[in-house]
Protein backbone atom coordinates (compact mmCIF):
# COMPACT_ATOMS: atom_id res chain seq x y z
CA UNK A 1 0.00 0.00 0.00
CA UNK A 2 1.46 3.66 -0.86
CA UNK A 3 -0.55 5.95 1.06
CA UNK A 4 0.03 8.81 -1.21
CA UNK A 5 -0.81 7.53 -4.14
CA UNK A 6 -3.78 5.71 -2.91
CA UNK A 7 -5.01 9.07 -1.46
CA UNK A 8 -4.41 10.63 -4.28
CA UNK A 9 -6.64 8.12 -6.75
CA UNK A 10 -9.79 7.63 -4.59
CA UNK A 11 -9.97 11.68 -4.44
CA UNK A 12 -9.45 11.21 -8.33
CA UNK A 13 -12.52 9.00 -7.70
CA UNK A 14 -14.68 11.28 -6.12
CA UNK A 15 -14.65 9.00 -3.10
CA UNK A 16 -13.57 10.02 0.48
CA UNK A 17 -10.37 8.76 1.86
CA UNK A 18 -11.74 7.77 5.34
CA UNK A 19 -10.50 9.36 8.29
CA UNK A 20 -11.66 7.09 11.07
CA UNK A 21 -11.94 8.00 14.66
CA UNK A 22 -13.22 5.39 17.41
CA UNK A 23 -16.36 6.40 19.06
CA UNK A 24 -15.44 4.76 21.83
CA UNK A 25 -12.12 3.66 22.87
CA UNK A 26 -11.70 -0.40 22.69
CA UNK A 27 -15.57 -0.18 21.03
CA UNK A 28 -15.38 -1.45 17.38
CA UNK A 29 -17.44 1.25 16.26
CA UNK A 30 -15.43 3.84 13.92
CA UNK A 31 -16.89 7.37 12.42
CA UNK A 32 -14.92 9.06 9.66
CA UNK A 33 -14.32 12.40 10.42
CA UNK A 34 -14.88 13.97 6.46
CA UNK A 35 -17.65 11.93 5.44
CA UNK A 36 -19.37 10.81 8.80
CA UNK A 37 -19.47 7.29 7.65
CA UNK A 38 -19.70 4.42 10.24
CA UNK A 39 -18.14 1.43 10.25
CA UNK A 40 -18.00 -1.68 12.50
CA UNK A 41 -14.89 -3.31 12.61
CA UNK A 42 -14.17 -6.58 13.58
CA UNK A 43 -12.66 -7.30 17.31
CA UNK A 44 -11.18 -10.02 19.82
CA UNK A 45 -10.88 -10.62 23.45
CA UNK A 46 -7.02 -10.01 24.54
CA UNK A 47 -7.31 -11.40 27.95
CA UNK A 48 -9.57 -8.93 29.48
CA UNK A 49 -8.88 -6.10 27.06
CA UNK A 50 -10.98 -5.74 24.17
CA UNK A 51 -9.26 -4.38 20.78
CA UNK A 52 -10.73 -3.23 18.04
CA UNK A 53 -9.01 -3.47 14.73
CA UNK A 54 -8.77 -0.12 13.21
CA UNK A 55 -10.32 -0.07 9.58
CA UNK A 56 -8.39 0.77 6.74
CA UNK A 57 -8.84 2.55 3.44
CA UNK A 58 -8.62 0.92 0.00
CA UNK A 59 -5.08 -0.47 -1.14
CA UNK A 60 -5.12 0.14 -4.95
CA UNK A 61 -2.60 -2.46 -5.37
CA UNK A 62 -4.90 -4.97 -5.33
CA UNK A 63 -7.55 -6.58 -7.54
CA UNK A 64 -10.50 -4.85 -6.42
CA UNK A 65 -8.20 -1.62 -6.57
CA UNK A 66 -7.21 -2.16 -10.08
CA UNK A 67 -10.98 -2.72 -10.52
CA UNK A 68 -11.70 0.81 -8.78
CA UNK A 69 -8.78 2.35 -11.19
CA UNK A 70 -9.96 0.82 -14.78
CA UNK A 71 -13.54 2.03 -14.01
CA UNK A 72 -11.85 5.54 -13.43
CA UNK A 73 -9.86 5.38 -16.47
CA UNK A 74 -13.05 4.22 -18.41
CA UNK A 75 -15.39 7.09 -16.75
CA UNK A 76 -12.19 9.30 -17.82
CA UNK A 77 -12.04 7.84 -21.61
CA UNK A 78 -8.40 7.41 -20.58
CA UNK A 79 -7.21 3.98 -20.63
CA UNK A 80 -5.74 4.27 -24.48
CA UNK A 81 -3.89 7.42 -23.77
CA UNK A 82 -2.38 6.13 -20.87
CA UNK A 83 -1.29 2.74 -22.51
CA UNK A 84 0.43 5.47 -24.89
CA UNK A 85 1.94 7.31 -22.37
CA UNK A 86 2.95 4.27 -20.72
CA UNK A 87 5.46 3.40 -23.76
CA UNK A 88 6.79 6.45 -24.81
CA UNK A 89 9.87 5.91 -23.82
CA UNK A 90 9.93 2.44 -24.51
CA UNK A 91 11.52 0.82 -27.30
CA UNK A 92 8.91 -0.52 -29.73
CA UNK A 93 10.25 -3.99 -29.48
CA UNK A 94 9.38 -4.14 -26.28
CA UNK A 95 5.91 -2.53 -26.42
CA UNK A 96 4.21 -6.04 -26.15
CA UNK A 97 5.80 -6.75 -22.83
CA UNK A 98 5.39 -3.59 -21.02
CA UNK A 99 1.57 -3.90 -21.73
CA UNK A 100 1.31 -7.09 -20.22
CA UNK A 101 3.61 -5.38 -16.85
CA UNK A 102 1.48 -2.76 -17.14
CA UNK A 103 -1.62 -4.89 -16.56
CA UNK A 104 -0.03 -6.07 -13.18
CA UNK A 105 -2.08 -4.72 -9.88
CA UNK A 106 0.90 -2.38 -8.63
CA UNK A 107 2.48 -1.36 -11.97
CA UNK A 108 -1.07 -0.46 -12.50
CA UNK A 109 -1.82 1.38 -9.37
CA UNK A 110 1.97 3.55 -9.66
CA UNK A 111 1.47 3.78 -13.70
CA UNK A 112 -2.28 5.20 -12.97
CA UNK A 113 -0.89 7.81 -10.22
CA UNK A 114 1.97 8.81 -12.35
CA UNK A 115 -0.40 9.55 -15.38
CA UNK A 116 -3.03 11.43 -13.82
CA UNK A 117 -0.40 13.67 -11.94
CA UNK A 118 1.24 14.71 -14.90
CA UNK A 119 -2.12 14.93 -17.10
CA UNK A 120 -3.42 16.97 -14.42
CA UNK A 121 -7.08 15.62 -15.76
ZN1 LIG B 1 -14.95 9.21 4.89
New binding site residues.
Given amino acids: MNLERDKFLIEQLGE?W??WEQQIPGRNRFT?K??Q?ITMSHNFKLGHMIKADYPENIDLSTWQGFGKLKELLDKKELLFDLIEWNLENIDPMFHKIAIIELFTKEKFASTVYEFLKNNNN
Fill in positions: CHECICA
